[in-house]
C-alpha cells in the first residue's frame, strides 16, 4: 500500500474510500463505483483518480491527467484481481 500523502489530495490507491461518485473531465457524474473499478478504468483511458471531496458520502473524485506519469509508474495491477 502507499503511504499516505501529506498535502494535496489523495490519488488512485491512496483513496480509502471503499466506493467513489466519479466525475468525469467534462463534469459528467459517472456514477457510483467502487474504488478499485474507478482506479482501474481511469488507467485504461491513461488518467488518475483524484480525490476532490473526501468528505462527502461516497467520496467524490475526478479522472485527471495531472498525477498520471507518476501514478502510471506505481500503479498495482499484478495485486488486483
Known sequence: MA???KSGPRYNEMITAPKVRVIDDEGENLGILYTRE???QAFELGL???EV???A??????????RCASAAANFPT????
Open 38 to 40: 474507478a482506479i482501474e
Open 3 to 5: 503511504p499516505p500523502v
Open 53 to 55: 471531496s473526501p468528505n
Open 48 to 50: 488518475a483518480l483524484v
Open 78 to 81: 499484478s495485486s488486483w484481481v
Open 57 to 66: 458520502d461516497p467520496a467524490k473524485v475526478t479522472r485527471s491527467r495531472s
